[in-house]
């Protein structure tokens, strides 16, 4: 239980650097950009605290310029999955044996180192590996995974302090708040560090024990996030670094009987088959997984006749085409009125004309590469199909270019179609299609938004008129975990927007708060009873 004397301070966010010309934080990030660029790293798989080289190897490529290998992996295999649950079942004991001052501790160190002499480090290699600009990476490697740290270790001093209001006279009651029996999978996208560092660490945070395996084609940084944990003093075999193809980890974790949560945040498709798995093993298990994922989103922007014009074209820009669109967050559909539509695709089309696109170490380009090959083929097919329907076209962009690079241009699209292929399915990329609503029709529109996609992610309504606000919160309460009023539907911040969706996006047990940390650890009720009775009969039975 906590004891006040340790109370953990309430957190505020981490200030985003700027990086402008003439700071510091942008001479040092350039100086570890050519370092870590310049010096290619060989990553050993990490279990019970041992670095473990399997000898199959994997390239971590800029996706911006693939022919540049900046690292070389280990990949896990059956041996190794079985070690890394091994070491973790061993650390288990000790770890949770420990006061939660004493584990909170670590990651707030953590978060201190981060916050100053290891910020150039994951703000580098996250801009190297996943192609993102220094903003992108700064609010993502650095301030998101900061407030994780701290916030979760602030959450997790209030939920061990949560103990029963009432103790008759002759009885103590109190909460125990018990880590899960077994280990958790932590598996981690590619597209966000914080998420890379939070999945692993936040169950840790409540006592238990990780096996990680983060994103092939974010291993790079995944692996800098994993040093940082050790120079915080986390134990070995706490969290155990496992890179390497699913197909070859999955199956050994989903047959262990230990296993006792995934923490998983990647396709919508993958997290179905490992409930499927789940559900035809579960009489194997010591006790029921719990099972906390984040998935895809088909994200939508729908404007009342009132919006402002410009508020929303910058929306639409920043929320569709930062990093690539490559945010389950990022808007991807849009509902435009027609008195609004040909002001505002005349503005966004002058603005997307700007935007600069190309090598990261460039820090005036807005736009850099999408992840990977696969990711490239996927999207530029997704362009395909709009350039050669008779239902859609395109109003911008449109091109690719995979050369040097993984580029895809900011593409712009309208269709006359609501349930058009772009309308419904997860591009998971630089392209926002557009549908054009008679203004009568705003309400109508609002019930074609909520049925139109399986997902229910994040979502924004742009409008001044307040009716029409209401309206749209109304109608659109599934359609979104995380809703934004004259925002873009990106960049949920930890402590003020807790992120995550249901439908098809999700359990929504909403990263970056305490209901998450909540799903980490299994209660026990204790009472203590100071006065037992000494006699099995009731007073009622009394004849006298």
């Known amino acids: 239980m906590a004891n006040a004397k340790f109370s953990v301070p309430f957190p505020t966010n981490e200030p985003v650097k700027s990086f402008a010309p003439g700071t510091s934080e942008r001479e040092s990030l350039k100086a570890k950009l050519k370092e870590l660029k310049g010096n290619q790293i060989e990553i050993p798989l990490i279990i019970g605290g041992e670095e473990v080289k399997t000898g199959k190897m994997g390239d971590c490529i800029l996706p911006h310029d693939h022919g540049t290998v ?9 041996r190794e999955v079985k070690a890394a649950i091994e070491a973790a079942l061993k650390a288990s ?8 001052q004493d584990r909170v501790a670590v990651f707030m160190k953590a978060a201190d180192l981060l916050s100053g002499p290891w910020r150039s480090t994951l703000n580098a290699a996250t801009m190297l590996c996943q192609s993102k600009n220094a903003f992108q990476a700064e609010i993502d490697a650095a301030c998101e995974l900061i407030d994780f740290f701290r916030f979760n270790a602030c959450y997790a001093m209030q939920i061990f302090e949560q103990q029963p209001p009432y103790s008759p006279y002759g009885m103590w009651n109190r909460m125990e708040f018990r880590p899960l029996e077994g280990f958790i999978f932590a598996v981690t996208p590619f597209n966000f560090l914080s998420i890379a560092g939070n999945l692993p660490s936040s169950p840790v945070i409540m006592g238990n024990v990780t096996v990680w395996k983060p994103a092939s084609s974010a291993v790079y940084s995944a692996y800098w996030v994993m040093r940082l944990f050790q120079e915080a003093g986390l134990p070995n075999g706490v969290i155990n670094f496992i890179p390497g193809p699913g197909s070859a980890i999955g199956p050994f974790v989903m047959n262990s009987p230990d296993l006792a949560g995934v923490h998983f945040t990647g396709s919508t498709s993958t997290f179905q088959e490992m409930w499927k798995t789940f559900g035809g093993k579960i009489n194997r298990y010591r006790s029921y997984p719990r099972i906390v994922g984040e998935t895809g989103g088909k994200d939508f922007v729908i404007a009342h006749k009132s919006a ?28 435009i009125p027609k008195s609004l539509w040909n002001k505002l695709k005349d503005y966004i089309i002058g603005e997307l004309k700007t935007v600069r696109m190309g090598d990261v170490e460039d820090f005036s380009n807005f ?6 090959g696969e990711a490239f083929t996927r999207i530029a097919g997704y362009i395909e199909a709009i350039k050669e329907s008779d239902e859609a076209e395109i109003l911008f962009g449109g091109n690719c270019d995979k050369r040097k690079g993984f ?12 349930h058009f292929l772009t309308m419904e399915e997860e591009v998971f990329g630089p392209v926002l299609t557009v549908y054009v609503y008679e203004d ?17 992610l994040t979502g924004a309504v742009f409008a001044q008129d307040r009716d029409a606000i209401a309206l749209a919160e109304h109608i659109l309460v599934n359609a979104a975990g995380n809703f934004y009023i004259n925002d873009k539907p990106t960049g949920a911040v930890v402590g003020q927007q807790p992120f995550g969706g249901s439908r098809a996006s999700g359990t929504n047990d909403k990263a970056g708060s305490l209901l998450n940390l909540l799903r980490w650890v299994s209660p026990r009720t204790i009472k203590e009873n100071f006065i037992p009775p000494l006699d099995y009969r009731y007073p009622f039975m009394n004849e006298k």
């Open 93 to 100: 004991k000790k770890w949770n044996g420990l006061d939660w």
């Open 407 to 418: 580029f895809i241009e900011p593409t712009l699209a309208i269709t006359t179609n609501p």
């Open 440 to 456: 009568e029709k705003y309400e109508e529109t609002l019930e074609l938004c909520d049925q139109t996609s399986p997902y229910g």
């Open 367 to 372: 736009m850099n590469a999408v992840i990977d």
């Open 308 to 335: 402002d014009i410009e508020v929303l074209g910058v929306a639409l820009i920043r929320g569709a085409f930062e990093y690539q669109g490559q945010k389950c967050s990022a808007a991807s559909r849009a509902y």
């Open 70 to 78: 900046i690292g070389k992996y280990h990949k896990a295999g059956e």
